[in-house]
């Protein structure tokens, strides 16, 4: 499966993409509002989006540089059991913020969500604080629908519902 827009390719994320995984994740202002990841934790987290494409056919994408193939970050669905509910989720390196990266994949990843899969919204769950990702949800049309706990973190429920 891959997603190709204007600038930038998404395909699965991998056991591949490990180094890069680990770098984004080891950056203090890129995990400000996200969990930072060690080398094993981050190879788990891997395993895990692994298991989620073989069980569900979606999951995490590595969103790269369209032309030069640069790892820029992640983007993709992600299916949490507790909420019975499909996440979209991006967090891109800190030298590819404010390019419109994100609103780009994330585009490509709703209308391949609801493309391909049979759900009637999808959500992103964004840190009160983090303005840079509700800026990004609500260029996506996504609005606030309620406020929840995500892995002991409070969270504004963002969505979108199917058009």
């Not at 203090?28 to 298991?51: G, K, M, S």
Request: net charge negative; charged share 30%.
């Amino acid at each position: 499966m891959r997603l190709e827009t204007r600038r930038l390719l998404l395909r699965p994320i991998s056991l591949d993409d490990l180094d890069e995984f680990v770098a984004l994740h080891a950056d203090p202002e890129v995990t400000t509002f996200i969990y930072a990841f060690d080398r094993a934790e981050a190879e788990d987290r891997l395993r895990r989006d692994e298991r989620e494409w073989e069980e569900r056919r979606h999951g995490m994408l590595a969103v790269l540089d369209g032309e030069s193939g640069r790892f820029l970050g992640r983007a993709g669905l992600k299916h949490w059991p507790q909420f019975d509910e499909t996440e979209l989720g991006w967090v891109l390196r800190r030298d590819a913020w404010g390019h419109g990266y994100a609103t780009e994949a994330m585009r490509a990843c709703i209308e391949w969500g609801f493309t391909e899969f049979d759900v009637p919204y999808l959500t992103a769950m964004v840190n009160a604080a983090n303005l840079r990702s509700i800026r990004v949800a609500e260029r996506l049309g996504l609005t606030p629908v309620r406020k929840d706990m995500l892995l002991d973190n409070p969270v504004v429920v963002y969505a979108v519902p199917r058009a």
